[in-house]
């Protein structure tokens, strides 16, 4: 069944846009960030954080930002890599949100922040990354 959950995460994730890798394959990505395993780091524009939970149904995955740099670390970042434990990977949004019980401030994160204008111009990076990866340990 966890393995069910882990490649519909994978594959919802992807069609979301997300770029999925495991954590052997990001070392030397997060090296040049100087991620050392801290909630949330940030590094010129890229943020990293650890995520509290993800939901396979949506592909997405839930973080906290309970405060300023948090927050900052997830949308103020041209690119952002979400640190993701695979037993933190649940079937829905409800189990997401029950596995992060007590933290105040929370967002799920899906996707690359897209916006478009009324002429349908579609424009990246407006509310958010412009680019989000998932880093599976």
Same mark, same amino acid.
């Not at 309970?66 to 900052?72: A, N, Q, R, V, W």
């Not at 929370?106 to 880093?135: H, N, P, R, Y």
């Given at each position: 069944?966890?393995?069910?959950?882990?490649?519909?995460?994978?594959?919802?994730? /992807?069609? !979301?846009? $997300?770029? %999925?890798?495991?954590?052997?394959? &990001?070392?030397?990505?997060?090296?040049? #960030?100087?991620?050392?395993?801290?909630?949330?780091? /940030?590094? !010129?524009? $890229?943020? %990293?954080?650890?995520?509290?939970? &993800?939901?396979?149904?949506?592909?997405? #995955?839930?973080?906290?930002?309970?405060?300023?740099? /948090?927050?900052?670390? $997830?949308?103020?970042?041209?690119?952002?890599?979400?640190?993701?434990?695979?037993?933190?990977?649940?079937?829905?949004?409800?189990?997401?949100? /029950?596995?992060?019980?007590?933290?105040?401030?929370?967002?799920?994160?899906?996707?690359?922040?897209?916006?478009?204008?009324?002429?349908?111009?579609?424009?990246?990076?407006?509310?958010?990354?412009?680019?989000?990866?998932?880093?599976?340990?």
């Amino acid at each position: 069944m966890k393995s069910e959950i882990l490649e519909r995460f994978i594959e919802i994730a /992807k069609l !979301n846009g $997300v770029e %999925v890798l495991e954590i052997k394959d &990001a070392e030397d990505l997060l090296k040049g #960030v100087s991620y050392n395993r801290e909630s949330h780091c /940030k590094f !010129n524009k $890229v943020g %990293v954080v650890r995520a509290i939970s &993800a939901n396979s149904q949506e592909g997405n #995955v839930l973080v906290d930002v309970s405060d300023d740099f /948090k927050l900052g670390c $997830v949308v103020d970042v041209d690119e952002l890599y979400v640190i993701v434990e695979k037993d933190r990977i649940c079937s829905s949004s409800f189990e997401a949100y /029950k596995k992060a019980k007590g933290e105040d401030y929370l967002l799920f994160v899906g996707a690359e922040s897209k916006t478009a204008d009324i002429e349908k111009q579609l424009i990246s990076g407006v509310q958010g990354a412009k680019k989000v990866t998932f880093i599976l340990t």
